[in-house]
């Protein structure tokens, strides 16, 4: 798709000398996309921004994709080859390419470059004896810590690497294998467009997240083969979503998927993005990590605000 680009090319011929001062004002917050592989530009979120997403959230996958398209506005791709000229990245290729942590690292950087801070919040001391609260103001640059990000160190892009992981399931007499990767942003948008905006409230409230387990499990699911335990001659397979998710919702047993997950997570763990802040309780001196999901963050922010 195009399309885009021409559009960006064809704003940019148009646009007056008044609005290109304007424009070259504005403070870019400069971001790596881990997993990506990419250096990213982001200005800042307009009112106008605010109030697109305020109506989306009516609709989950409504509201990731407006976020997506958001994001991808406002982001800018470095061309290591040619800084001064940056890279041109189709939505297409943006929505294939990235996956949520590189979406988290554009998240951090728009949060940044619009409020330098996640605002001021009351936290409670991790000690059980003391369970103070206490105020502090988070700044988006404390939640970058040395390990928060571990760069993608494969050959081939995440876009391409699997991963299978194969699992014997003796009472069922299966044997599967789970074709698993980390999902790139069309994935994860149609698992959304699943969801009711009521089921995202209720996994925020019960788990503070927007997906549950299962969710999770499908779509870091590429393809699931069965075939009986030593035969490997009658195999069945799919790539198809609706059937994925029947499999993990009525007929893998939990210890099977839990196993996966288990398998999946020593793999691919150490590619997750955390952003937390080490903070001291000033009544007890106690040290501890506060986490923040940045995900959660802006979800709530367009809901509630
Ligand atoms: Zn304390």
């Known amino acids: 798709m195009a399309k885009e680009i021409v559009k960006k090319q064809i704003d940019s011929i148009f646009e007056s000398p008044f609005i290109q001062v304007l424009k070259s004002s504005i403070r870019k917050t400069e971001v790596p996309l881990?997993?990506?592989?990419?250096?990213?530009?982001?200005?800042?979120?307009?009112?106008?921004?605010?109030?697109?997403?305020?109506?989306?959230?009516?609709?989950?996958?409504n509201y990731d994709r407006e976020l997506l398209?958001?994001?991808?506005?406002?982001t800018e791709f470095v061309n290591p080859s040619t800084p001064a000229e940056p890279l041109q990245i189709s939505y297409?290729?943006?929505c294939s390419a990235l996956t949520s942590q590189d979406k988290l690292m554009l998240l951090w950087a728009i949060y940044k470059s619009t409020y330098e801070t996640l605002g001021p919040?009351?936290?409670?001391?991790?000690?059980?004896?003391?369970?103070?609260?206490?105020?502090?103001?988070?700044?988006?640059?404390?939640?970058?810590?040395?390990?928060?990000?571990?760069?993608?160190?494969?050959e081939s892009p995440v876009s391409e690497y699997i991963y299978p992981i194969e699992i014997e399931d003796t009472k069922s007499n299966l044997v599967y294998i789970f074709d698993s990767h980390i999902?790139?942003?069309?994935?994860?948008?149609?698992?959304?467009?699943?969801?009711?905006?009521?089921?995202?409230?209720?996994?925020?409230?019960?788990q503070g997240s927007v997906y549950t387990l299962k969710d999770i499990v499908v779509s870091i699911t590429k393809k699931i083969t069965i075939h009986p335990v030593g035969d490997n001659e009658n195999v069945v397979e799919t790539t198809d979503f609706a059937d994925i998710d029947q499999a993990f919702s009525k007929y893998i047993r939990k210890t099977i998927w839990d196993e996966y997950r288990k398998k999946y997570d020593e793999h691919f763990s150490k590619y997750d993005v955390r952003f937390y802040t080490k903070l001291k309780c000033p009544k007890c001196q106690q040290e501890f990590d506060y986490d923040v999901d940045l995900e959660v963050e802006f979800f709530r922010r367009s809901l509630l605000e």
């Open 69 to 74: 398209q958001l994001l991808y506005s406002k």
């Open 183 to 206: 999902p790139n942003l069309y994935r994860v948008n149609s698992i959304l467009s699943r969801m009711s905006t009521t089921k995202i409230q209720h996994n925020l409230e019960t």
């Open 92 to 94: 297409d290729q943006f």
């Open 121 to 154: 919040r009351t936290v409670t001391c991790s000690n059980e004896n003391c369970k103070n609260k206490f105020q502090v103001e988070i700044s988006l640059d404390d939640l970058i810590q040395e390990d928060s990000i571990t760069p993608w160190d494969k």
């Open 34 to 61: 881990p997993l990506a592989r990419l250096t990213a530009n982001v200005i800042p979120l307009s009112v106008g921004d605010d109030a697109r997403l305020r109506t989306a959230v009516m609709s989950p996958a």
